[in-house]
């Protein structure tokens, strides 16, 4: 039920731009190929990128909706210096990857088809738009919740629609090993984790702009219900696509690059417009990303700066020249470039929105620090495979540890840790009310 706190029009714009915060260039390219690849199994290896690229962001929307703070807040239970380098390492991550991929994407889909022009110069036009978008920030909900979403969704249903209507109930088999896994990781591209501890602070100072007079209890079942109803379309709009893209097996080569895969995809289901309707919805899908990740790392610094207006407009510009600098290379470069740092930031972002979510007596600071350093230490292994570090260790007592082989070796410590960390909690607090 929706609080009489805000209009169901306020919730829907809300929910609006989140999606369109989150879905982005990698959004858009990586689940088709999926599909293609997964085969039979497509609903497969569709949980496998739903719980990295839909849950836990929303899960970390849940976390900015109960903290309602910066991501500095998310890390500072395990120390004041760990959240800030934290804070800076994504922020630097996403303003240098994610941001400009959306820039290679638009120039790769909806400009070189069309219009022979130089990378750079798309680049330099699209963060020109973008910094004119962040610099008017106090209108990015109106902006993209009321105008950009829509057109995108109803872009992306027309694809889907004709094309699991029009092709046949028939799947090739799976020439994926692992598809459970291979969707967890693909997920990791969209970067949506990191988005959530980012644009969940767009969406908190745009709603601290717009509603004032609001309580904080009003103001957190705004984001709580935006969040989900933004995580119920993105999981529709990826499973559909998938699905799509597991149903065209007969049309195109296994092969086939993401990009090229996409645009036949549209071709396919639009005929003649396709490529033109495709070009609309990737210039909006990542340009929506590139205002969001540039806005609030321009807010983070703002708020180390004590509200400092020249800090949030430098972090702007420099935002905006990387974007130019790293958005001129290809879309398979950008991806190839983030997995080293996927690997180690994404699990240490993945444990601190499942920390801020579960209920205080079980996230002690211990927890936080038992946790987190103990996500680190075995996602260092993943990280030095995916350099070809000569440091990074080849079987041995790693092969032992559960899960190790997909990537994820990470997971099962960090459980242990939360529960051992919450056991000694709760036994210290049952020790100190029997001395009382």
């Not at 849940?62 to 959240?83: N, R």
């Not at 920030?137 to 057109?151: E, F, M």
């Not at 444990?351 to 996602?379: G, R």
């Not at 210290?428 to 029997?434: D, E, S």
Request: hydrophobic fraction near 50%; aromatic fraction near 12%.
């Amino acid at each position: 039920m929706i609080s009489s706190a805000f209009k169901t029009k306020e919730i829907w714009v809300t929910a609006f731009a989140l999606f369109s915060l989150f879905f982005g260039a990698g959004n858009l390219i990586l689940p088709p190929q999926l599909g293609l690849k997964s085969g039979e199994l497509w609903w497969l290896v569709t949980l496998g990128f739903c719980t990295s690229a839909v849950l836990i962001p929303i899960l970390g929307i849940l976390a900015h909706a109960k903290l309602q703070g910066t991501i500095f807040d998310f890390g500072k239970k395990v120390s004041p210096t760990f959240s800030l380098i934290y804070s800076l390492l994504v922020y630097a991550i996403a303003i240098g990857l994610p941001a400009p991929r959306t820039a290679s994407v638009t120039h790769e889909m909806a400009v070189a088809p069309f219009i022979d022009s130089s990378p750079w110069l798309t680049s330099m036009l699209y963060f020109a738009l973008v910094f004119v978008f962040v610099m008017n920030r106090s209108k990015i909900l109106d902006l993209i919740g009321k105008l950009l979403t829509p057109a995108i969704f109803l872009i992306l249903i027309g694809i889907i629609g004709v094309i699991t209507f029009s092709l046949d109930y028939d799947f090739a088999q799976s020439t994926m090993e692992n598809v459970l896994t291979t969707g967890i990781l693909e997920g990791y591209q969209t970067f949506d984790a990191i988005g959530a501890v980012v644009v969940g602070g767009v969406i908190i100072v745009s709603i601290n702009i717009r509603h004032k007079t609001k309580s904080y209890a009003e103001k957190k079942i705004l984001i709580r219900q935006a969040g989900w109803l933004a995580g119920l379309a993105l999981f529709l709009i990826y499973m559909g696509l998938i699905l799509s893209g597991a149903l065209s097996h007969s049309l195109f080569d296994l092969d086939i690059s993401r990009t090229e895969l996409l645009s036949g995809l549209a071709t396919e289901a639009l005929g003649h417009y396709g490529n033109l309707l495709l070009s609309i919805l990737v210039s909006l899908a990542c340009f929506t990303t590139a205002v969001g990740i540039i806005t609030g790392t321009s807010d983070f610094i703002r708020s180390r700066f004590r509200d400092s207006q020249k800090g949030y407009t430098i972090t702007a510009i420099l935002g905006c020249v990387l974007g130019v600098i790293m958005g001129q290379f290809n879309v398979d470069y950008i991806i190839a470039v983030a997995l080293p740092a996927l690997m180690i930031i994404y699990p240490i972002t993945i444990v601190l929105i499942l920390l801020n979510i579960v209920p205080e007596k079980y996230a002690s600071p211990t927890v936080f620090k038992a946790v987190v350093w103990t996500t680190i230490v075995f996602s260092v292994p993943d990280f030095l495979g995916t350099i070809g570090s000569p440091l990074a260790p080849n079987g041995g007592i790693l092969k032992w540890i559960p899960l190790q082989q997909y990537s994820l070796g990470w997971v099962l410590p960090a459980l242990v840790a939360f529960i051992v960390g919450s056991g000694i909690l709760y036994f210290k607090v049952q020790k100190r009310n029997k001395t009382k």
